[in-house]
């Protein structure tokens, strides 16, 4: 069996493989195995370990004759054509629940740093600006009992609903299928998106990535927010147009934003949210506490071999592919 990693992964787990299995793995810690490589490398491989930064698409599924198992060290799939691997009969693993704390806690991080203005107040000392402790130097948002805004109520919705009850926030959600059974184990409210964008004083953005969400918040949506509201992306980048969050941060009209994703990554310098003092971006690490994301390798490991051993994974993509 012929294992195809296509980002380097040091882990003692890795010793699940059984010996006799060939490995190849990319060696180059930070970047990405360029899609040449991917094309020629999968073409004789059973499995593929993978995540984000990889497109699996039509073109790749042609290439790779062999593989009997997709497993991503991720949640998010949209970088992968599912319907495509299930016609090729190719199981789609993923790693759901086990970074739903993080990623929720992550959304927080980013609340309480718009809100507090952290980055800004950093940068200020940093500067040497500092001259006196100021009656409204960096006043920013109170969070406790503020009203949070969650578009999509998965997984990771449901988390940050409880962790945001402990703040003392309203809790509003909304979501593709309004979900009962969460409003009363959790104590939320569903409203239409327009009601959701108006009424919260925080907006976090969850709803996975594809043509329905695609550019679902734009100037319109973001005009609905209050000048004093925070929007919040830890999903994919794909959900915002950047250029609209833009024009409507510079014009002050919402307080600040917080991204973990975009709509092309990695954003570069260059990009002109990355000019405004109310935007503060961090690199896609949404899942990124060592634990969890050593619980990401173990549940893709274990899916993985699962699949190359013809058993059901942990957690599939597509189950339909069982049919
Ligand atoms: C990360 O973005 C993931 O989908 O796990």
């Known amino acids: 069996m012929k294992i195809l990693f296509t980002r380097s992964i040091q882990s003692p787990m890795l010793s699940m493989i059984p010996e006799d299995y060939e490995v190849v793995m990319w060696k180059e810690e930070n970047s990405v195995m360029p899609r040449n490589e991917l094309l020629k ?64 806690e992550l959304a927080l991080t980013l609340m309480f740093a718009c809100a507090r203005r952290v980055v800004e107040s950093m940068q200020f000392i940093k500067d040497n600006k500092w001259e006196s402790w100021g009656p409204y130097l960096f006043a920013g948002q109170k969070i406790s009992g503020a009203k949070l805004g969650i578009i999509g109520m998965g997984r990771i919705g449901k988390i940050l609903a409880q962790q945001a009850k402990a703040l003392n926030m309203d809790v509003v959600y909304y979501n593709r299928r309004r979900n009962p059974q969460t409003e009363t184990e959790l104590d939320v ?35 609905f927010m209050k000048p004093t509201s925070v929007f919040v992306n830890v999903s994919r980048g794909s959900t915002v147009n950047e250029k609209d969050l833009y024009k409507i941060l510079s014009e002050k009209k919402i307080f600040a934003a917080g991204l973990d994703v975009f709509e092309e990554e990695p954003i570069r ?55």
């Open 41 to 104: 490398e999968v073409a004789d491989a059973d499995a593929i370990f993978t995540n984000v930064t990889d497109l699996l698409d039509k073109e790749f599924f042609e290439h790779a004759k062999k593989l009997k198992i997709v497993s991503l060290m991720a949640v998010g799939f949209d970088n992968v054509d599912i319907q495509e691997a299930t016609k090729c009969g190719i199981p789609v693993g993923h790693t759901p629940d086990v970074l739903s704390e993080a990623v929720a």
């Open 189 to 223: 409210e569903y409203r239409d998106l327009e009601s959701l964008l108006k009424e919260s004083d925080y907006v976090v953005m969850l709803a996975p990535a594809s043509q329905e969400t695609y550019h679902m918040m734009g100037y319109e949506q973001f005009a």
């Open 269 to 323: 310098k260059e990009h002109p949210l990355l000019t405004l003092d109310n935007l503060i971006a961090v690199p896609h690490i949404g899942s990124g506490t060592q634990e969890t994301r050593d619980k990401m390798v173990e549940i893709a490991l274990k899916n993985m071999l699962k699949g190359l051993n013809g058993e059901r994974l942990l957690h599939t993509v597509n189950e339909e592919v069982y049919e």
